[in-house]
């Protein structure tokens, strides 16, 4: 069962544009969400969290819109540079459980110049 | 302040063989997760562990796979009796407490012949 569902699989976007990165979950008990970015033979690196009391939070070019009543939250990430290619994951996380990352399918990102 | 560091980056064994995977946190940190990753696929939960204690390991496969965090030195993932399917990333995360953010390292990369 997938309890984290990712949209789309892949993404082109040209520069200066705006990526939007779509999640969506099954479990209310859910209570804390992450964005992470990874490169390419990297590890995953947390890019911006969000939790279900706040209906968005904006670092930088990054902005999580949260959606509770639907069980949806995206990634919008504005003035898209090349630099931000790479594979995107959404994650779930249950506070009062091992806080174990449950992760969405993934979004390959390509900006182009 | 070094990161979370994982070796080997690359292991390849054939079937049947021992895999070890080593895992060493970050300075401070005593709480190290696990997640696989097959091709294409987000990252799946494996185990939690914090030192000398195996927190949940509802994500462990039932037979040949067992982790252990010991007092002193690595935490160690093992993978007996190797089959392709095992082909994988694998990565380790580091906590410094159980809501704490987790760092993930640079992964091992499996690959059964």
């Known amino acids: 069962q997938q309890q984290v569902k990712q949209s789309p699989q892949s993404l082109i976007v040209q520069k200066g544009g705006i990526s939007i990165i779509n999640c969506a979950y099954e479990n209310t008990a859910f209570d804390y969400f992450p964005w992470y970015q990874q490169f390419p033979g990297k590890g995953p690196a947390l890019l911006i969290a969000?939790?279900?009391?706040?209906s968005e939070k904006k670092e930088g070019r990054f902005t999580i819109s949260f959606n509770k009543s639907a069980k949806q939250f995206s990634l919008h990430i504005m003035d898209s540079q090349p630099g931000d290619s790479a594979t995107y994951f959404c994650?779930?996380?249950?506070?009062?459980?091992?806080?174990?990352?449950?992760f969405g399918s993934g979004t390959r990102l390509l900006v182009r110049p | 302040n070094a990161g979370v560091m994982q070796n080997p980056r690359h292991l390849v064994r054939r079937r049947g063989q021992e895999a070890r995977l080593r895992c060493s946190p970050m300075k401070g940190h005593s709480h190290v997760y696990w997640y696989r990753q097959l091709p294409e696929e987000g990252l799946k939960f494996m185990v939690y562990l914090q030192k000398e204690n195996i927190i949940d390991e509802s994500g462990m496969p039932k037979e040949r796979f067992s982790a252990e965090f010991p007092k002193e030195g690595p935490s160690i993932l093992r993978i007996q009796q190797v089959v392709r399917g095992d082909s994988a990333a694998y990565f380790c995360a580091s906590s410094p407490g159980e809501r704490g953010e987790q760092f993930f390292g640079p992964g091992t990369r499996l690959t059964v012949l």
């Open positions: 994650a779930a996380v249950r506070m009062d459980s091992s806080y174990k990352l449950i």
């Open positions: 969000i939790r279900p009391d706040v």
